[in-house]
């Protein structure tokens, strides 16, 4: 118990992260807030509280919009932080040190996993207060609270337990990051297939976002005890396969690399020469490309893609067999596959350069006589040509939506050339923040966290709307303080070492204009959802792109100064 407290001790101290740990709590509790006055807003703009009963209804309302956002950043935040806690140890090859050390094999694992564990749970503690006050409004018993904390507790403890396991199995922060991130999308898949096929208990009890709403139902306990069940027992059987692999899966790693390296010495001593490879003329691309640059198990990375893909296909093709198509559950199929792929692609391209940096290749890459422009798009096409399936397989979903009648060739070209923008977008942003960020956990937090903050922000915003329905003109005020913040958290996160105009008008002009979008296609306008997003994330990608060349010296360090 010693040890294993010693191992929880170097992963909440050792790191210097309690002053991030602080500041996440404050902008999380600051956010829910801001949720909390906006929904009161709109409501109070729109119509009259002057009974108990609208209070009430109120108040169930907002907690309905509360729920869903922090099951989902819970499990995002439990993955994230569990994945880095383990990969980054692997990236700088510390775990060596670790597994020669007294530790167990159960106290290493148990160790990292607690230390992961008990920051999500400082932030779902911190949003106690906040739920609490929600409550007052009525329309919600402190049971219901109490269930809707402990569902969420328990999915993200199931989720972290997953996650530390694929650490431990995988030898890159990207396919841990990337499998976990397809592993959730499949649990959603999966639960929802439960629920249309077996009725809404089976939906409950493996659907997380079924569960909260049946914790939040009255008299939801019997529904949420299969729940529970689920998740321990995905932690037991996950947190038992990675104690008893976890030696193994690192040593053979270690011996493969160990063997690698003395064949090749083996074969220079008795030839006395290498036998040489064609580079391509841009290096960078030449390796992201032709070596294993992303680790050895990308093919069971495409394998976990290929089956979320074959997933989202089923849904297309069962609401295609319809007699009307349903377009709201075509998107239920299609948006958790097209969320995992813009993950991906982030995390494939932060860890790119973060990797370099912690295995001390990124030092030769800089001396040597490599241009910024030959770096920044060696990486980016290197990114998208490795991640080949996640991106053309989804826009070749846009055409077969098109085929089967579920889409018209009009939005399915605004859907395909839409989704092109955002996963260009999704990869230059991941190139910037490793670059931006000497610290690993910083760049890959600020790659995904702005990932999920803008495509999580415009789902709750649209539940907003569509909850306390009200004109544009009314709505527009509340938004107003969401966006500024919003504005203000992306300048914050995007221009750490280099800030820059470009960085600046485009932090600002992104929250606005998805709010724009958003509102364009609730309204149906769906060639200004389309312009609007060309438009926003085209020129965020330039502002980023930009001044990840121009200011390339001064992001890696290679000056101190600006010119």
């Keep these: 118990m010693m040890i294993l407290g010693a191992v929880y001790e170097r992963e909440m101290k050792v790191a210097p992260r309690s002053r991030g740990l602080f500041v996440a709590r404050a902008v999380y509790c600051g956010a829910l807030l801001g949720i909390v006055a906006t929904c009161w807003l709109v409501v109070t703009g729109s119509q009259t509280v002057a009974t108990v009963g609208d209070a009430a209804r109120f108040g169930a309302t907002l907690m309905r919009i509360l729920a869903p956002l922090q099951l989902v950043l819970a499990m995002l935040a439990a993955a994230l932080t569990t994945v880095l806690a383990v990969g980054v140890e692997k990236d700088r090859r510390t775990l060596e040190l670790l597994l020669v050390t007294r530790l167990s094999d159960a ?95 089976a939906g409950a009890a493996a659907s997380p976002a079924r569960a909260i709403f049946a914790a939040l139902a009255p008299g939801g306990g019997p529904m949420l005890a299969p729940f529970l069940g689920v998740c321990g027992g995905v932690f037991a059987a996950s947190t038992g396969v990675a104690v008893a692999a976890m030696r193994r899966w690192n040593t053979a790693q270690e011996v493969r690399r160990r063997g690698a390296a003395d064949a090749a010495g083996a074969r220079s001593s008795r030839r006395g020469w290498f036998a040489s490879r064609d580079v391509w003329p841009n290096p960078v691309l030449w390796r992201e490309v032709c070596t294993r640059a992303h680790g050895r198990a990308m093919p069971v990375v495409r394998l976990a893609w290929l089956l979320l893909f074959a997933v989202a296909v089923a849904g297309v093709a069962a609401e295609a067999r319809a007699a009307r198509p349903d377009r709201l559950a075509t998107a239920v199929a299609v948006v958790p596959m097209a969320l995992a792929s813009l993950l991906a692609v982030t995390a ?58 579920v889409a018209t060739p009009e939005h399915g070209l605004y859907l395909a050339v839409g989704l092109a923008v955002l996963l260009f977008f999704a990869a230059v942003l991941g190139l910037y ?131």
């Design 107 to 201: 106290q290493l694992v148990l160790g990292k996993l607690a230390g992961s564990l008990l920051r999500v749970l400082l932030l779902l503690f911190a949003a106690v207060p906040i739920f609490a006050l929600a409550g007052l409004f009525g329309g919600v018993e402190p049971a219901q609270l109490g269930r809707l904390f402990l569902a969420t507790t328990a999915a993200a403890v199931a989720t972290a337990s997953v996650a530390n396991t694929v650490a431990f199995w995988k030898d890159t922060t990207f396919q841990a990051l990337a499998i976990t991130a397809f592993v959730l999308a499949a649990w959603t898949a999966a639960g929802e297939a439960a629920a249309a096929q077996f009725g809404a208990a």
């Design 348 to 405: 494939m391209a932060v860890t790119s350069v973060t990797t370099e940096r912690d295995r001390g290749t990124f030092d030769l890459l800089l001396v040597s006589d490599l241009e910024p422009a030959e770096f920044v798009w060696g990486k980016l096409w290197g990114v998208l040509l490795a991640a080949r399936e996640i991106v053309l397989l989804p826009l070749a979903l846009c055409g077969a939506l098109v085929a089967v009648g």
């Design 433 to 563: 923040a490793g670059l931006s960020h000497p610290v690993s956990r910083q760049a890959i937090a600020v790659a995904l966290g702005t990932v999920a903050f803008l495509f999580v922000g415009v789902a709750t915003a649209m539940r907003i709307m569509v909850a306390f329905g009200a004109s544009f003109e009314l709505q527009l005020a509340p938004f107003l303080a969401v966006i500024v913040g919003g504005a203000i958290g992306l300048y914050a996160a995007l221009s750490a070492r280099n800030p820059s105009p470009a960085v600046g008008w485009a932090s600002a002009l992104l929250p606005a204009l998805t709010f724009v979008a958003m509102t364009g296609f609730l309204q149906g306008s769906t060639l200004q959802v389309f312009l609007v997003v060309c438009v926003a994330y085209g020129f965020a990608t330039l502002a980023l792109l930009v001044p990840a060349i121009g200011a390339f010296d001064l992001l890696t360090g290679r000056t101190t100064t600006g010119t």
